[in-house]
T-cell receptor, first 117, second 110 residues
Framework: GAVVSQHPSWVICKSGTSVKIECRSL??????MFWYRQFPKQSLMLMAT?????????EQGVEKDKFLINHASLTLSTLTVTSAHPEDSSFYIC?????????????FGPGTRLLVL | RKEVEQDPGPFNVPEGATVAFNCTYS??????FFWYRQDCRKEPKLLMS???SGNEDGRFTAQLNRASQYISLLIRDSKLSDSATYLC???????????FGKGTRLHILP
Protein backbone atom coordinates (compact mmCIF):
# COMPACT_ATOMS: atom_id res chain seq x y z
CA GLY A 1 0.00 0.00 0.00
CA ALA A 2 0.95 3.64 -0.28
CA VAL A 3 2.33 5.13 2.92
CA VAL A 4 2.51 8.81 3.71
CA SER A 5 4.16 10.08 6.85
CA GLN A 6 3.98 13.44 8.56
CA HIS A 7 6.26 14.92 11.12
CA PRO A 8 5.76 16.09 13.76
CA SER A 9 2.45 14.63 14.85
CA TRP A 10 1.96 17.21 17.60
CA VAL A 11 3.24 20.75 17.94
CA ILE A 12 2.64 23.19 20.76
CA CYS A 13 4.25 26.57 20.26
CA LYS A 14 4.08 30.16 21.38
CA SER A 15 2.36 32.78 19.32
CA GLY A 16 4.72 34.36 16.81
CA THR A 17 6.90 31.34 16.19
CA SER A 18 7.13 29.47 12.90
CA VAL A 19 6.32 25.81 12.60
CA LYS A 20 7.48 23.46 9.86
CA ILE A 21 5.57 20.31 9.00
CA GLU A 22 7.01 17.62 6.75
CA CYS A 23 5.04 15.28 4.52
CA ARG A 24 6.77 12.29 2.97
CA SER A 25 5.61 9.59 0.60
CA LEU A 26 7.53 6.57 1.81
CA UNK A 27 7.05 3.96 -0.88
CA UNK A 28 6.04 5.88 -3.99
CA UNK A 29 6.84 9.03 -5.88
CA UNK A 30 4.36 11.84 -5.62
CA UNK A 31 4.42 14.59 -8.18
CA UNK A 32 1.50 16.21 -6.42
CA MET A 33 0.91 16.69 -2.74
CA PHE A 34 -1.96 18.46 -1.08
CA TRP A 35 -2.22 20.31 2.20
CA TYR A 36 -5.47 20.40 4.11
CA ARG A 37 -6.63 21.93 7.34
CA GLN A 38 -9.43 20.64 9.49
CA PHE A 39 -10.98 22.48 12.42
CA PRO A 40 -12.94 20.52 15.03
CA LYS A 41 -16.18 19.09 13.66
CA GLN A 42 -15.50 20.69 10.30
CA SER A 43 -14.70 19.14 6.95
CA LEU A 44 -11.29 19.02 5.40
CA MET A 45 -10.43 22.24 3.65
CA LEU A 46 -7.86 22.24 0.89
CA MET A 47 -5.23 24.88 1.50
CA ALA A 48 -2.90 24.36 -1.42
CA THR A 49 -1.75 21.99 -4.12
CA UNK A 50 1.95 21.40 -4.32
CA UNK A 51 3.67 20.16 -7.46
CA UNK A 52 7.23 18.98 -7.36
CA UNK A 53 9.63 21.59 -8.65
CA UNK A 54 7.08 24.37 -9.06
CA UNK A 55 5.23 26.90 -6.97
CA UNK A 56 2.26 25.76 -4.97
CA UNK A 57 -1.25 26.74 -5.98
CA UNK A 58 -3.13 28.22 -3.06
CA GLU A 59 -6.86 28.15 -2.52
CA GLN A 60 -8.76 31.38 -2.22
CA GLY A 61 -8.40 32.90 1.21
CA VAL A 62 -5.17 31.08 2.08
CA GLU A 63 -2.25 33.45 2.53
CA LYS A 64 0.73 32.14 0.63
CA ASP A 65 3.15 34.30 2.61
CA LYS A 66 1.88 32.83 5.84
CA PHE A 67 1.72 29.20 4.74
CA LEU A 68 4.95 28.53 2.87
CA ILE A 69 5.02 25.33 0.87
CA ASN A 70 8.07 23.70 -0.59
CA HIS A 71 7.98 20.54 -2.69
CA ALA A 72 11.63 20.01 -3.45
CA SER A 73 11.54 16.32 -4.25
CA LEU A 74 9.15 13.63 -5.40
CA THR A 75 8.83 12.32 -1.87
CA LEU A 76 8.86 15.41 0.33
CA SER A 77 6.72 18.49 0.75
CA THR A 78 6.93 20.90 3.66
CA LEU A 79 4.43 23.38 5.05
CA THR A 80 5.74 26.21 7.20
CA VAL A 81 3.24 28.18 9.24
CA THR A 82 5.02 31.50 9.72
CA SER A 83 4.37 33.66 12.78
CA ALA A 84 1.71 31.29 14.03
CA HIS A 85 -1.20 32.67 16.02
CA PRO A 86 -3.84 30.91 18.12
CA GLU A 87 -6.32 30.99 15.23
CA ASP A 88 -3.87 28.82 13.25
CA SER A 89 -4.38 26.01 15.75
CA SER A 90 -5.80 23.16 13.72
CA PHE A 91 -5.26 19.67 12.36
CA TYR A 92 -3.03 19.88 9.28
CA ILE A 93 -3.12 16.90 6.96
CA CYS A 94 -1.15 16.29 3.82
CA UNK A 95 -1.94 13.86 1.07
CA UNK A 96 0.06 12.55 -1.82
CA UNK A 97 -0.92 11.26 -5.18
CA UNK A 98 1.17 8.80 -7.12
CA UNK A 99 2.86 10.06 -10.24
CA UNK A 100 0.69 9.33 -13.22
CA UNK A 101 -3.06 9.63 -13.65
CA UNK A 102 -4.60 12.78 -12.19
CA UNK A 103 -7.53 10.69 -11.10
CA UNK A 104 -5.53 8.48 -8.82
CA UNK A 105 -6.57 8.28 -5.23
CA UNK A 106 -4.88 10.40 -2.65
CA UNK A 107 -3.17 8.86 0.34
CA PHE A 108 -3.22 10.82 3.53
CA GLY A 109 -0.61 11.36 6.15
CA PRO A 110 -1.58 10.87 9.80
CA GLY A 111 -1.89 14.61 10.34
CA THR A 112 -0.20 17.17 12.55
CA ARG A 113 -2.03 18.80 15.43
CA LEU A 114 -0.88 22.35 15.94
CA LEU A 115 -1.71 24.25 19.10
CA VAL A 116 -0.57 27.84 19.26
CA LEU A 117 -0.67 29.36 22.71
CA ARG B 1 -25.88 24.26 -4.81
CA LYS B 2 -22.77 23.06 -3.03
CA GLU B 3 -20.24 21.14 -5.06
CA VAL B 4 -20.49 18.06 -2.88
CA GLU B 5 -23.29 17.55 -0.40
CA GLN B 6 -23.85 14.91 2.21
CA ASP B 7 -26.39 14.42 4.96
CA PRO B 8 -24.32 15.12 8.09
CA GLY B 9 -26.32 12.63 10.17
CA PRO B 10 -25.74 11.24 12.66
CA PHE B 11 -27.14 7.93 11.55
CA ASN B 12 -27.74 5.79 14.65
CA VAL B 13 -28.05 2.22 13.49
CA PRO B 14 -28.25 -1.04 15.48
CA GLU B 15 -25.47 -3.53 15.00
CA GLY B 16 -26.20 -5.94 12.18
CA ALA B 17 -28.47 -3.58 10.30
CA THR B 18 -27.95 -2.28 6.79
CA VAL B 19 -27.36 1.42 6.29
CA ALA B 20 -27.03 3.51 3.17
CA PHE B 21 -26.22 7.09 2.51
CA ASN B 22 -25.89 9.25 -0.56
CA CYS B 23 -23.75 12.08 -1.72
CA THR B 24 -24.71 14.51 -4.47
CA TYR B 25 -22.33 16.47 -6.65
CA SER B 26 -23.01 19.50 -8.78
CA UNK B 27 -20.42 19.27 -11.57
CA UNK B 28 -21.61 16.88 -14.24
CA UNK B 29 -18.07 16.72 -15.64
CA UNK B 30 -16.71 15.18 -12.44
CA UNK B 31 -14.33 12.40 -13.25
CA UNK B 32 -13.78 10.17 -10.28
CA PHE B 33 -15.39 9.46 -6.97
CA PHE B 34 -14.30 7.98 -3.69
CA TRP B 35 -15.55 7.14 -0.24
CA TYR B 36 -13.17 7.82 2.61
CA ARG B 37 -13.61 6.96 6.24
CA GLN B 38 -12.41 9.23 9.01
CA ASP B 39 -12.27 8.17 12.62
CA CYS B 40 -12.34 10.79 15.35
CA ARG B 41 -9.11 12.81 15.45
CA LYS B 42 -7.54 10.70 12.71
CA GLU B 43 -6.73 11.24 9.07
CA PRO B 44 -9.13 10.11 6.33
CA LYS B 45 -8.52 6.67 4.92
CA LEU B 46 -9.63 5.45 1.55
CA LEU B 47 -12.54 3.07 1.86
CA MET B 48 -13.23 2.49 -1.80
CA SER B 49 -13.25 4.07 -5.19
CA UNK B 50 -16.59 4.30 -6.94
CA UNK B 51 -16.75 2.94 -10.45
CA UNK B 52 -19.41 3.58 -13.05
CA SER B 53 -20.51 -0.03 -12.94
CA GLY B 54 -20.70 -0.03 -9.15
CA ASN B 55 -18.40 -2.01 -6.98
CA GLU B 56 -18.50 -4.16 -3.90
CA ASP B 57 -15.92 -4.89 -1.26
CA GLY B 58 -17.12 -7.28 1.36
CA ARG B 59 -19.97 -5.66 3.26
CA PHE B 60 -19.56 -2.37 1.41
CA THR B 61 -21.18 -1.50 -1.91
CA ALA B 62 -20.65 1.76 -3.74
CA GLN B 63 -22.67 2.97 -6.69
CA LEU B 64 -22.56 5.91 -9.04
CA ASN B 65 -25.59 7.47 -10.71
CA ARG B 66 -24.32 9.97 -13.27
CA ALA B 67 -27.78 10.91 -14.51
CA SER B 68 -28.85 12.06 -11.06
CA GLN B 69 -25.34 13.03 -10.02
CA TYR B 70 -25.00 11.11 -6.82
CA ILE B 71 -22.97 8.32 -5.36
CA SER B 72 -24.07 5.97 -2.65
CA LEU B 73 -22.52 3.76 -0.01
CA LEU B 74 -24.29 0.73 1.40
CA ILE B 75 -23.02 -1.08 4.47
CA ARG B 76 -24.49 -4.49 5.21
CA ASP B 77 -24.36 -6.36 8.53
CA SER B 78 -22.96 -3.28 10.23
CA LYS B 79 -20.33 -3.70 12.96
CA LEU B 80 -19.53 -1.51 15.91
CA SER B 81 -16.20 -0.76 14.25
CA ASP B 82 -18.03 0.82 11.31
CA SER B 83 -18.79 3.83 13.50
CA ALA B 84 -16.99 6.73 11.85
CA THR B 85 -17.52 9.68 9.58
CA TYR B 86 -17.82 8.77 5.91
CA LEU B 87 -16.50 11.34 3.48
CA CYS B 88 -17.63 11.60 -0.10
CA UNK B 89 -14.82 12.78 -2.36
CA UNK B 90 -15.21 13.98 -5.93
CA UNK B 91 -12.55 14.82 -8.47
CA UNK B 92 -14.25 17.55 -10.40
CA UNK B 93 -11.90 17.26 -13.34
CA UNK B 94 -11.49 21.01 -13.13
CA UNK B 95 -8.02 22.27 -12.25
CA UNK B 96 -7.23 18.80 -11.01
CA UNK B 97 -9.11 19.54 -7.82
CA UNK B 98 -10.86 17.17 -5.51
CA UNK B 99 -13.66 18.25 -3.24
CA PHE B 100 -14.55 16.67 0.07
CA GLY B 101 -18.05 16.50 1.40
CA LYS B 102 -18.56 17.45 5.01
CA GLY B 103 -19.08 13.83 5.91
CA THR B 104 -21.86 11.67 7.28
CA ARG B 105 -21.49 10.50 10.86
CA LEU B 106 -22.45 6.91 11.51
CA HIS B 107 -22.95 5.45 14.98
CA ILE B 108 -23.46 1.71 15.22
CA LEU B 109 -25.31 0.86 18.41
CA PRO B 110 -24.72 -2.38 20.33
Amino acid sequence: GAVVSQHPSWVICKSGTSVKIECRSLDFQATTMFWYRQFPKQSLMLMATSNEGSKATYEQGVEKDKFLINHASLTLSTLTVTSAHPEDSSFYICSARRSGSPYETQYFGPGTRLLVL
Amino acid sequence: RKEVEQDPGPFNVPEGATVAFNCTYSNSASQSFFWYRQDCRKEPKLLMSVYSSGNEDGRFTAQLNRASQYISLLIRDSKLSDSATYLCVVNTGRDDKIIFGKGTRLHILP
